[in-house]
């Protein structure tokens, strides 16, 4: 009798236990981490996806979020540099800061891709000594990056880590069954290329044209976080010209004139594109991203130059 | 410090401390260094040209509680290039929830000026109610600071802190011991503007009685608003305003105002242009009937900021100052001033 009476408790207070609340510096972060959590976890990501996730303040609002959270995860490899620390550090929550149990780096567990090698300092502009931080363009990377939202969880709410599990594998079949389904739709597209056929602004694209096999020509940006020259502009555009490049891709917040100057100067079109998923906008969702993504660069390719 | 072997053992330590934590020995011991130089040219100026500062900081987790943060500076001080503990404390974010202390010598958390490093200001020199209230290079002293996040559905925090006060302002000496020591507190918020802005206010106050009886009181308000657009941070303003009291232990009590409005526009990622307006009047000037005598100090400085990136910065500024006395301006100056502003190494990241 006592023990059914026990039983019977701890299942009410689990049925009543409330959600774990989740940071998350990024939409597509938070997105994973709904996925994983559930009915489990209250997730709210801090920045709306149409910022450049680079140059961000440390805005008070996000030091109040994170002092009430039980996780936060960011995507580390040195993007959030600027600002989370600061919020992590005035929110005087200790299980979120970093070597708390609620602090997830899901940069950690990526296979990173342009790390690099040899001494490095900043006049080659913005390097992140880490790597490419820019990861989650990838189903694959994000679905490794994920493994440590599930760890987060696991170890906060270790109650619920069958849960989690299962639902991380569930994660993870369905960002390789979207892997699979846009490289289907890309295939007959490669297959006619010969050599590169986009170029970026910014190497923010490095990790999506990897999981799906596409030559990038490299970046108009001369230096990362750097703002083009003219003359650069032009030596690039010259160069994308004579290569028949179909297309120059850059995030929203890139510099839309320079990226017009481009056009102009190699006949070639650009496109600014969504990078996160934007829940206030059109892109509401990891799917419909990869969608926007993948139909640009067909858009791309079919296109041709001036 | 004028002594050139501790500047140079100093300057070894630092070394040798940037080389372990560039090699990962695992205690996240992280250096940066700030230099500062300033130039101005005016009718009956200096019209030259001198590192204002130089500053070294090396910050790091202490353990898995404490934080430990050093910064050393070295500037001019009538000719000479002094070198001091600007900041030494030991704090944590992580001892009791919600807080954060520090305990230690520090720039007083008050204001907006006071809380960064003049090197990070986003005009050159310091407005006349910075320079007369608090000090032309922030007010720091050594005490303990405790700030608490209140558990409400929006940003409030709370800042109190208790400093010894046997000086105020910026010293050589050792001051004598008040009557009362410095104490502060302010409380601040936060609101978001449209899709891309926010606002942060606080309220400030700070109090000290020197050891001859005279008390003094700060009130203050500070207000900064940021409006981005894309990567770039299009619309500034920033404005602090203080009201100060100073009632002596027999006689009159003085008040003074002063304040400083300053907007900035970016014409693109790297170019700003503001323009700082500042104003200053002793409320409670009378002449021999007891009649008020009207008085304003008054600034006007159009600042163009070339900023390359995060380290580094390239400012001009023209200072055009006046004093108006009873109706009349009776003294009015014009000053050019140029900056150039360098970070090497780690630099923290900033607060709003």
């Given at each position: 009798?006592?023990?059914?009476?026990i039983l019977?408790l701890?299942?009410?207070?689990?049925?009543f236990?409330?959600?774990?609340?989740?940071?998350t510096s990024?939409?597509?972060?938070?997105?994973?981490?709904?996925?994983?959590?559930?009915?489990?976890?209250d997730?709210?990501?801090?920045?709306?996806?149409?910022?450049?996730?680079h140059?961000?303040?440390t805005?008070?609002?996000?030091?109040?979020l994170?002092?009430?959270?039980?996780?936060?995860?960011?995507?580390g490899?040195?993007?959030?540099?600027g600002?989370?620390?600061?919020?992590?550090?005035?929110?005087?929550?200790?299980?979120?800061?970093?070597?708390?149990?609620?602090?997830?780096?899901?940069?950690?567990?990526v296979?990173?891709l342009?790390?690099?090698?040899?001494p490095?300092?900043?006049?080659?502009?913005?390097?992140?000594?880490?790597?490419?931080?820019?990861?989650w363009?990838?189903?694959?990377?994000?679905?490794?990056?994920?493994?440590?939202v599930?760890?987060?969880?696991?170890?906060?709410?270790?109650?619920?880590?069958?849960?989690f599990e299962?639902?991380?594998k569930?994660?993870?079949t369905?960002?390789?069954?979207?892997?699979?389904?846009n490289?289907?739709?890309?295939?007959?597209?490669?297959?006619?290329?010969?050599?590169?056929?986009?170029?970026?602004?910014h190497?923010?694209?490095?990790?999506?044209?990897?999981?799906?096999?596409?030559?990038?020509?490299?970046?108009?940006e001369?230096?990362?976080?750097?703002?083009?020259?003219a003359?650069?502009?032009?030596?690039?555009?010259?160069?994308?010209?004579?290569?028949?490049?179909?297309?120059?891709?850059?995030?929203?917040?890139?510099?839309?004139?320079t990226?017009?100057?481009?056009?102009?100067?190699?006949?070639?079109?650009?496109?600014?594109?969504?990078?996160?998923?934007?829940?206030k906008?059109?892109?509401?969702?990891?799917?419909?991203?990869?969608?926007?993504?993948?139909d640009?660069?067909?858009?791309?390719?079919?296109?041709?130059?001036? | 410090?004028?002594?050139?072997?501790?500047?140079?053992?100093?300057?070894m330590v630092?070394?040798?401390?940037?080389?372990?934590?560039?090699?990962?020995?695992?205690?996240?011991?992280?250096?940066?260094?700030?230099?500062?130089?300033v130039?101005?040219?005016?009718?009956?100026?200096?019209?030259k040209?001198?590192?204002?500062?130089?500053?070294?900081?090396v910050?790091?987790?202490?353990?898995?509680?404490?934080?430990?943060?050093?910064?050393?500076?070295?500037?001019?001080?009538?000719?000479?290039?002094l070198?001091?503990?600007?900041e030494?404390?030991?704090?944590?974010?992580k001892?009791i929830?919600r807080?954060?202390?520090?305990?230690?010598?520090?720039?007083?958390?008050?204001?907006?000026?006071?809380?960064f490093?003049?090197?990070?200001?986003?005009?050159?020199?310091?407005?006349?109610?910075?320079?007369?209230?608090?000090?032309?290079?922030?007010?720091?002293?050594?005490?303990?600071?405790?700030?608490?996040?209140?558990?409400?559905?929006?940003?409030?925090?709370?800042t109190?802190g208790?400093?010894?006060?046997?000086?105020?302002?910026?010293?050589?000496?050792e001051?004598?011991?008040?009557?009362?020591?410095?104490?502060?507190?302010?409380?601040?918020?936060?609101?978001?503007l449209?899709?891309?802005?926010?606002?942060?206010?606080?309220?400030?106050?700070l109090?000290?009685?020197?050891?001859?009886?005279?008390?003094?009181?700060?009130f203050?308000?500070?207000l900064?608003?940021?409006?981005?657009?894309?990567?770039?941070?299009?619309?500034?303003?920033?404005?602090?305003?203080?009201?100060r009291?100073?009632?002596?232990?027999?006689g009159?009590?003085?008040?003074?105002?002063?304040?400083?409005?300053?907007?900035?526009?970016?014409?693109?990622?790297?170019?700003?242009?503001?323009?700082?307006?500042?104003?200053?009047?002793?409320?409670?000037?009378?002449?021999?009937?007891?009649?008020?005598?009207?008085?304003?100090?008054?600034?006007?400085?159009?600042?163009?900021?070339?900023?390359?990136?995060?380290?580094?910065?390239?400012?001009?500024?023209?200072?055009?100052?006046?004093?108006?006395?009873?109706g009349q301006?009776?003294?009015?100056e014009?000053?050019?001033?140029?900056?150039?502003?360098?970070?090497?190494?780690?630099?923290?990241?900033?607060?709003?």
């Open positions: 009798m006592k023990t059914s009476l019977f701890i299942s009410v207070s689990c049925a236990a409330k959600p774990l609340k989740v940071i990024t939409t597509d972060l938070a997105w994973a981490a709904r996925e994983i959590g559930k009915d489990k976890v997730v709210t990501a801090l920045l709306a996806g149409t910022e450049n996730p140059y961000v303040d805005i008070p609002e996000y030091i109040r994170a002092s009430e959270a039980d996780v936060v995860c960011i995507i490899l040195e993007l959030e540099v600002w989370m620390p600061k919020v992590l550090a005035r929110s005087g929550n200790a299980q979120v800061q970093p070597g708390g149990k609620g602090y997830c780096e899901t940069g950690k567990a296979t990173v342009e790390k690099p090698t040899g490095v300092d900043r006049s080659m502009g913005d390097i992140h000594v880490a790597g490419n931080p820019h990861f363009l990838s189903p694959k990377s994000l679905t490794e990056g994920s493994q440590e599930l760890k987060a969880f696991v170890r906060v709410d270790p109650a619920h880590s069958k849960e299962a639902n991380y569930a994660l993870s369905k960002l390789e069954a979207l892997h699979k389904t490289q289907a739709k890309l295939k007959p597209y490669l297959a006619a290329l010969k050599g590169p056929a986009i170029i970026e602004y190497k923010e694209f490095s990790y999506f044209f990897y999981a799906y096999e596409i030559q990038s020509l490299g970046s108009i001369e230096k990362p976080g750097v703002p083009p020259s003359g650069r502009i032009a030596e690039v555009a010259l160069t994308a010209k004579s290569q028949g490049i179909k297309g120059a891709i850059g995030g929203e917040y890139a510099p839309h004139k990226m017009e100057r481009f056009s102009e100067l190699s006949g070639v079109k650009s496109f600014q594109v969504p990078t996160s998923i934007q829940p906008g059109p892109w509401k969702d990891y799917e419909s991203l990869q969608t926007k993504l993948v640009t660069m067909i858009e791309a390719f079919s296109s041709k130059s001036k | 410090m004028k002594n050139p072997i501790l500047v140079v053992l100093i300057g630092f070394l040798s401390s940037f080389s372990k934590a560039e090699s990962g020995d695992g205690t996240g011991l992280q250096l940066s260094t700030a230099g500062d130089i130039g101005s040219l005016s009718k009956d100026g200096k019209n040209l001198e590192v204002r500062e130089a500053e070294f900081l910050f790091a987790p202490i353990d898995h509680y404490f934080d430990g943060v050093l910064n050393l500076a070295a500037h001019q001080e009538n000719g000479a290039a070198f001091e503990i600007h030494l404390t030991i704090g944590s974010t001892l929830p807080s954060r202390f520090r305990v230690g010598q520090y720039f007083l958390g008050i204001g907006r000026l006071n809380q490093h003049r090197h990070d200001w986003v005009f050159t020199s310091a407005p006349k109610v910075q320079s007369e209230f608090l000090h032309s290079e922030g007010l720091n002293d050594t005490g303990i600071e405790y700030g608490y996040l209140l558990p409400i559905p929006f940003y409030l925090d709370l109190v208790v400093t010894n006060g046997w000086v105020f302002g910026h010293a050589h000496t001051g004598s011991k008040p009557y009362f020591p410095t104490h502060y507190a302010r409380l601040a918020t936060y609101n978001g449209f899709a891309n802005g926010g606002m942060q206010t606080g309220i400030n106050y109090g000290r009685t020197d050891n001859q009886g005279t008390k003094t009181s700060l203050g308000l500070d900064t608003a940021k409006w981005k657009e894309a990567s770039v941070l299009k619309f500034l303003f920033q404005s602090e305003g203080w009201y009291i100073k009632t002596p232990s027999s009159v009590s003085e008040g003074a105002i002063g304040f400083y409005l300053f907007p900035q526009y970016a014409f693109t990622s790297t170019l700003q242009l503001g323009v700082r307006f500042d104003g200053f009047t002793i409320t409670t000037l009378q002449d021999a009937t007891g009649a008020q005598i009207a008085n304003f100090d008054y600034a006007m400085v159009p600042t163009l900021t070339y900023k390359a990136s995060e380290f580094s910065t390239i400012r001009a500024s023209y200072n055009f100052k006046g004093t108006r006395f009873q301006t009776i003294n009015s014009q000053v050019f001033e140029l900056q150039a502003v360098f970070i090497l190494g780690s630099h923290p990241a900033h607060d709003f």
